[in-house]
């Protein structure tokens, strides 16, 4: 479903779901000649054209609302970079995730801005704020949920004795599977959190996550839906010494600074994991690295899915790894681990294991 119009405040601009219209900040000059989203029950497709001055580089910011009759509105968010080519223009086209969507649904712009890498942020403003498609998409119920396969664990360990002063915990869980069938199989993990204490006690809740074996992949890939708030995940049948399960970014707060930046006693990482057929086992274990910069933006930090036989990298690197770049200094978020958590700096990009443990999802 797309739908495109054309206003005449701005010759030169078309633009699709989400407008620009011609407003130019004197700090700069940038030009966006039109971003199209072309929204299905499962994903969109975002097209993004336009020119810029060479010497401005940041990110495009864009929210859009989906909106049904039946529920609460619901807000996607997410960003596209600028990268000029040698004619100071750009374009970019990717297929993001979304939903599954259930029901009638319309959508509508939330916001756009460019915030330039040098910190300059500029809100571009659309032909109509209140622009919506006028036929309604169509979304039937979602699939029913795979076989109740599911069972918990609990995995505790330790923090090292390295203070942590600032920056940000990246606490990631891998795992292993025997039994996966030859058609495929799909291992869940839900309702996940992270427990320990410093200045007082923590309950993190850590994203879900998705993790489809597949007997069409070739290699393994892995994104995040911030719908639902989950990891997605793609591996080949006979998947990896490593899988990546799930991730959380966890922003070092002030008061557990001030309290000396050590965890007392145990971080215990609980959470349910399901799968699709019988007689799966899976062996998981986490760890946790410090980061002196890194993003809540799961996208942009591109996290490494496998061990072995990643999609578009074989550089050895653990499962979970943030291959990403972050945008405001152009370094790869690995240039910034420090010691602290489960690691010590240097290459140890995940932080040290935790001991591994055995889960066999037992269907109801």
């Known amino acids: 479903m797309r739908q495109i119009i054309r206003k005449g405040l701005c010759p030169s601009l078309w633009a699709a779901l989400l407008s620009i219209g011609c407003v130019i900040p004197l700090r700069a000059t940038i030009e966006v000649d039109g971003i199209d989203i072309a929204p299905t029950c499962n994903s969109y497709t975002l097209t993004a054209w336009g020119a810029k001055v060479p010497a401005l580089t940041g990110v495009v910011k864009y929210s859009f ?16 970079p ?28 939330g916001s756009v801005e460019f915030d330039g890498d040098d910190g300059t942020v500029i809100p571009l403003v659309p032909f109509s704020s209140s622009f919506t498609y006028t036929a309604p998409l169509s979304c039937g119920p979602p699939p029913p949920p795979p076989p109740a396969c599911s069972a918990t664990s609990a995995n505790s360990s330790d923090f090292n004795g390295t203070p942590i002063k600032s920056g940000y915990i990246w606490f990631n869980a891998d795992f292993t599977a025997k039994g996966i069938p030859s058609a495929g ?3 869940t993990i839900q ?13 993190l809740a850590v994203p879900n996550a998705r993790i489809t074996f597949s007997p069409a992949a070739l290699c393994a890939t892995t994104t995040f839906d911030t719908l639902t708030n989950t990891w997605n995940t793609t591996v080949p049948i006979g998947g990896s010494d490593e899988i990546f399960a799930t991730g959380l970014s966890f922003p070092v707060p002030a008061g557990f600074v001030n309290a000396g930046g050590k965890v007392s006693g145990p971080v215990v990482w609980n959470g349910t994991f399901g799968s699709s057929a019988p007689g799966i086992a899976i062996q998981w274990k986490w760890g946790a690295a410090v980061y002196a910069s890194f993003s809540t933006d799961y996208n942009a930090l ?26 405001s200094s152009g370094s ?27 889960v066999n999802p037992v269907c109801h």
């Open 191 to 203: 309702n996940a959190t992270i427990q320990f204490t410093e200045d007082k006690q923590y309950n």
């Open 65 to 80: 609302n989906a909106m049904s009759a039946s529920g609460p509105a619901i807000t996607i968010t997410d960003s596209f």
């Open 332 to 358: 790869p978020f690995r240039n910034f681990v420090i010691g602290g958590a489960r690691g010590g700096g240097g290459s140890n990009f995940t932080g040290s294991w935790s001991g591994t443990f055995s």
């Open 82 to 109: 600028i990268t000029p080519d040698e004619w100071s223009s750009f374009a970019e086209f990717a297929t993001k995730p979304l939903g599954p969507l259930a029901g009638s649904f319309t959508f509508a712009l």
């Open 302 to 327: 591109k996290v490494l899915p496998t061990h072995s036989a990643a999609c578009g990298s074989s550089n050895g690197d653990h499962a979970g790894t943030p291959e990403g770049t972050n945008a």
């Open 185 to 187: 199989a799909t291992v």
